[in-house]
């Protein structure tokens, strides 16, 4: 499964593809608002950090405004995937953009017709938000399963991001369930590689061999 950083924190970013764990990027105009930083000066700083997509949200509400504002975005790198709203107005955009072979990430998905429309219009990836499901007490990862057999009965090929990630099991049970991406934030990613018995195992066998009199490696 592909892991994606959901930020847009230039700090975050560094130390992740530092890691070399990170296929790719999200943002969206709250963690760009978060960031403090220019959209566009922000988006050329992630490209060049992580080889991978990135994708970057329009704020137009009418189809033709979308494009506009894709048109722009897409000309900052080719790694950018225009990231729309799953509205009728969206939906349009990515059957235009997907037409013209510009990737797409269609998002704010909470239920599994959403992702069907989006798959008709071509979208690149589709983004269910697991955790504002949980929020209001509808299980999220009900709808990656759901969202995975859709497209496998029907041999679609957009690709279902797990986005709205709380905690590490939303990414273990979005890979158990089939999705092809979790979006992640930074914390969850360093939760990720966390666990206290390999932090206490890593000390027993550090003052094993410090105790043993063993010479340096190197
Ligand atoms: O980028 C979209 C998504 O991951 C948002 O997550 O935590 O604001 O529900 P959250």
Redesign the pocket.
Known sequence: MKIFL?SADLNEIRKVAELGVCDGV?T?P??IAKSGQDFKTVLKEIVSLIPGPISAEVVSTEHKGMLAEAEVLAKLNDNIVIKLPLTPEGLRACKVLSGQGVRTNV?LCFQAGQALLAAKCGATYI?P?I??LDDVSIDGMTLIRDIRTIYDNYGYETEILA???RHPRHVIDSALAGADVA?CPYKIIAQLYSHPLTDKGLAAFLEDWKQSGQKAIV
């Open positions: 959901d999200t969206n709250t963690l998002t983004s938000f955790g504002r986005a709205s990630i979006t």
